[in-house]
C-alpha cells in the first residue's frame, strides 16, 4: 500500500471547520485553518504544515509517522493527536509552547522525554506502547519536573510498569489511568495517593495489586478526594463508614498497646519487690488482672491516674536501707525497702518512716 505525501492539494480537500471562501486563494484559505483532519491517510511524514500557521489542533492519528518533524511554524497548536503510529521518541516539539493536549499513545515509546518546556501541557496520553520484550516504558525525571505545575491527566496503561513512584512529583494531577501494568505494591500507592490530593479518577484495573485484601478500602481512606476507582463511583456514605471503621481499628490498637505496656510496667514492678524481698502486700488488682487480657483492658481504660502512679513509683536505692510508703493504685502499704538517693518527691506524698 503506498504511502501519502501531506501537499497543499491533500489540505485543500481535508475536512475542516473552516470553510474555504469562494476565490479564496489557497495559500490564503490554509492560513486560516484552525483544526485538520489528516488521521487514518496512510501519511508517513509531516511536511508541508508550514502555511497553517493558526492551527490550534491537528489530527494526525492512525497512520505511518516514525518521527516527531516540521512542526516548529505550528506555534499555535493546543491539540495534537498522533496515536497508532510508528513514533519511538519524543523530540522536535519544544516549540509547541502553547500545546495543552498531547496524544501519543500507541506507538513505540520507550522513554518519556523532550516535554521540558511543554509548561502548558494538561494531559499526556502515553498509553499502549509497542516496547522490547521485558521492558517498561520510563520517565525522564526532568520532564516530569517541568510538567508538575500543568499537568492534569496522565495516561500510562499498558506499559508493564510496576511502581508508580516516578510520578509523584505530578501533585496536580486529577486523572491517572494506569490500567493492564504490574503494580503490587499497596504501601507505595498509598504514599503517592497522600500526595495527589486533588486526583478524583484513578484506574488501575487489571493489575495484579486490585485483587490484594482490602485493596479499595485502603485506596478510599487514604484518598479522600477520589469520586472514581478502577471505574466505579465512590459512595460517600461507604467513605465515611470506612473512615470511621478505620478509626475505630486504630483506637482499639492504641488501646490494647497501652494495656500491654502497663502490664509489662506492673510486672517489673512485682519482680523488683522480690530482689529487694519486700513483704508481699494484698496482691494489687493490675497484678491479678494481667492474667486475664480483657479484663486488664477494661481496667485501664477507667483507672488512668492510678496507672500515672503506678509508673512513677521510683525504684530504690541499695545503699539506703528504711521502711517507707509504697502506693500501688489506691492502696498503701508499709514495706520494708531502701529510700532513693534522688531528688524525686514520691507520688504519694509520704515521707519515709524510719
Not at 498522533?82 to 496524544?103: E, G, V
Not at 493504685?329 to 534522688?342: A, I, K, M, P
Request: hydrophobic share 35%.
Amino acid at each position: 500500500m503506498s504511502v501519502v505525501k501531506i501537499s497543499p492539494e491533500l489540505l485543500a480537500r481535508c475536512p475542516s471547520h473552516t470553510k474555504r471562501k469562494r476565490g479564496e486563494q489557497l495559500p490564503d484559505y490554509l492560513r486560516r485553518l484552525t483544526h485538520l483532519y489528516l488521521q487514518e491517510k496512510r501519511i508517513d511524514e509531516i511536511d508541508n504544515l508550514q502555511t497553517c500557521r493558526n492551527l490550534t489542533v491537528l489530527y494526525l492519528y492512525d497512520n505511518t509517522i516514525s518521527r516527531l518533524e516540521n512542526l516548529d511554524q505550528l506555534t499555535n497548536l493546543t491539540h495534537l493527536y498522533l496515536q497508532n503510529n510508528r513514533i519511538n521518541r519524543i523530540a522536535n516539539i519544544d516549540c509547541l509552547r502553547k500545546l495543552t493536549k498531547l496524544y501519543l499513545g500507541g506507538n513505540a515509546i520507550t522513554v518519556v522525554e523532550g516535554l521540558d518546556q511543554l509548561t502548558e501541557l494538561r494531559e499526556l496520553h502515553v498509553e499502549n506502547q509497542r516496547l522490547p520484550s521485558g521492558e517498561k516504558l520510563l520517565f525522564d525525571p526532568r520532564t516530569l519536573v517541568a510538567l508538575a505545575p500543568s499537568l492534569c491527566v496522565l495516561n500510562v496503561s499498558g506499559n508493564r510498569l510496576n511502581s508508580l513512584a516516578d510520578v509523584i512529583c505530578l501533585e496536580n494531577l486529577t486523572q491517572l489511568m494506569a490500567v493492564h501494568n504490574q503494580l503490587t505494591d499497596l504501601k507505595e500507592l498509598t504514599q503517592l495517593l497522600s500526595r495527589l490530593i486533588v486526583l478524583w479518577r484513578l484506574d488501575l484495573s487489571g493489575n495484579p495489586i486490585c485483587v490484594k485484601s482490602k485493596y479499595r478500602e485502603r485506596v478510599i481512606i487514604t484518598s479522600t478526594s477520589l469520586v472514581m476507582l478502577d471505574g466505579k463511583e465512590i459512595n460517600e456514605t461507604s467513605r465515611q463508614f470506612l473512615i470511621n471503621w478505620q478509626a475505630s481499628k486504630e483506637a482499639r490498637r492504641r488501646r490494647q498497646q497501652d494495656a500491654e505496656s502497663i502490664r509489662m510496667s506492673v510486672m517489673h514492678s512485682a519482680e523488683i519487690g522480690d530482689v529487694f524481698q519486700l513483704p508481699s502486700a494484698v496482691p494489687h488488682p493490675f497484678l491479678v488482672a494481667s492474667s486475664n487480657p480483657s479484663q486488664f483492658a477494661a481496667m485501664i481504660s477507667t483507672s488512668r491516674d492510678t496507672v500515672k502512679k503506678q509508673e512513677a513509683v521510683r525504684l530504690p536505692n541499695i545503699f539506703a536501707p528504711q521502711r517507707y510508703l509504697h502506693s500501688v493504685g489506691d492502696r498503701r502499704v508499709w514495706v520494708q525497702g531502701t529510700r532513693s538517693l534522688s531528688s524525686q518527691v514520691h507520688p504519694s506524698g509520704a515521707l519515709p518512716e524510719h
